[in-house]
Each structure stands twice: as structure tokens, then as C-alpha cells.
């Protein structure tokens, strides 16, 4: 199972939006609405921040939202604050009890 | 308050030996799927297994079959993760999840702990 493909790097500026590709294939991202996406800041746990594609854990803030087309979902930070600054991660369900994860993308505020 | 804490990481030398546990509390542990995750350093995340509620399905990502066991004590509230004829590239920060199927995803994590295979 291949890792999903994320970019390595976005940014953008305080109040901005960025964002976060990740790239898969029909046998994970195309084929289950379950995509999720985790916030990971230096030295810290990963922290769910979207679960099926587009639904937020209570106490997520909304400027997080996800979509998906065909094999690609996104991530989008609107209103990025310094906080925000961390590696996302995105997952899939591959089937049979499998999960494949993202590449990771560092996101940096200017 | 949900809490996973990990143990039993440390330095072995190549075709070791080595249990991991993780302590949860603050949720009913029988009715969660339960899963490891481990982060080579510097790297990105990779899903290792996963176990039903009960004990009776239990799965693993390709490069660690044969070689890792989970299992779990719903009586302790714990996870395990034994872990046999390590490699060098086993090493990472293993982190225990509590995972939600469906949606196919893991809600609350653990601090984690580093496994570090070298001679």
C-alpha cells in the first residue's frame, strides 16, 4: 500500500487560507468517503481534525473544512492564525481493515 | 477525559524483542477498535494494526506480518504490542490510537513511544 501523495510545503499569511492536497488512487481516497486529516505540532501527538472527508470532532474550530473530487481530497485552513502552523496529515480507508496515511505537509504562517 | 498512555519502549539490537503496552482510560475500552500507529523519525505516519473490540479480528500492514502481535486486555484496559525479530527501520515513535470503525478514522492518541533498533 502506498503512502497517499500530500505536497511538502504551503503557507500563507495570518487571516489567509490555505490549502492541502493529498492524492490517492480508486482503492482508497476514490473509493470510500473515509478520508481524515490530523494536525500534528513538533513533538506532539496527531490531533483529528476531519473525519469523513468533510465532518469536524467537536472543538475543531470551523476555518478547518475538507472536500473531495474523484481521488484527491483537500484540506482547507481559512483565517490561518499562528497556531495553526504544524504537519497535516491526511488518512484513508483502504479497505479490508487497511489505512493508508499522507506524506505529510508542513504548513507554515508567514 | 480520554487518556492513552504508552509504555515499554527503549533501544534493542536487530532480531529482538520487544512489548509495547498502552494504558487507556476515560471511555469504555470494550467498545473501541483499538490500533498502532507508528512515525519513523523525521517521517510521516504508517497505520501498523489494528483490533476489534472483542479481540477476534486483528490486521497489520504488510511489513510487519509474521512479525508483530496485537492483542488486549479489556478486563486491564490495555493494549499490546508485541513485537518480534525487530529491524532497523522498525524504528519510530509508536503511538496507540483509539480508532472509530467506521468512520474509518482515530479520534484520540496516545504520546507515544520510541523504539530505537540498532546494534
Known amino acids: 500500500q502506498s503512502a497517499l501523495t500530500q505536497p511538502p510545503s504551503a503557507s500563507g499569511s495570518p487571516g489567509q487560507s490555505v490549502t492541502i492536497s493529498c492524492t490517492g488512487t480508486?482503492?482508497?481516497?476514490?473509493?470510500?468517503?473515509?478520508v481524515s486529516w490530523y494536525q500534528q505540532h513538533p513533538g506532539k501527538a496527531p490531533k483529528l481534525m476531519i473525519y469523513?472527508?468533510?465532518k469536524r470532532p467537536s472543538g475543531v474550530p470551523d476555518r478547518f473544512s475538507g472536500s473531495k473530487s474523484g481521488n484527491t481530497a483537500s484540506l482547507t485552513v481559512s483565517g490561518l492564525q499562528a497556531e495553526d502552523e504544524a504537519d497535516y496529515y491526511c488518512?484513508?480507508?483502504?479497505?479490508?481493515?487497511?489505512?493508508?496515511f499522507g506524506t505529510g505537509t508542513k504548513v507554515t504562517v508567514l | 477525559e480520554v487518556q492513552l498512555v504508552e509504555s515499554g519502549g527503549g533501544l534493542v539490537q536487530p532480531g529482538g524483542s520487544l512489548r509495547l503496552s498502552c494504558a487507556a482510560s476515560g471511555f469504555t475500552f470494550s467498545s473501541y477498535w483499538m490500533s498502532w500507529v507508528r512515525q519513523a523519525p523525521g517521517k510521516g505516519l504508517e497505520w501498523v494494526a489494528n483490533i476489534k473490540q472483542d479481540g477476534s479480528e486483528k490486521y497489520y500492514v504488510d511489513s510487519v506480518k509474521g512479525r508483530f502481535t496485537i492483542s488486549r486486555d479489556n478486563a486491564k484496559n490495555s493494549l499490546y504490542l508485541q513485537m518480534n525479530s525487530l529491524r532497523a527501520e522498525d524504528t519510530a515513535v509508536y503511538y496507540c490510537?483509539?480508532?472509530?470503525?467506521?468512520?474509518?478514522?482515530?479520534?484520540?492518541w496516545g504520546q507515544g513511544t520510541l523504539v530505537t533498533v540498532s546494534s
Open positions: 488518512s484513508s480507508y483502504a479497505g479490508s481493515n487497511n489505512f493508508v
Open positions: 490510537a483509539r480508532a472509530r470503525n467506521p468512520p474509518w478514522c482515530f479520534d484520540y
Open positions: 469523513e472527508v468533510s
Open positions: 480508486s482503492s482508497d481516497v476514490g473509493g470510500y468517503n473515509y
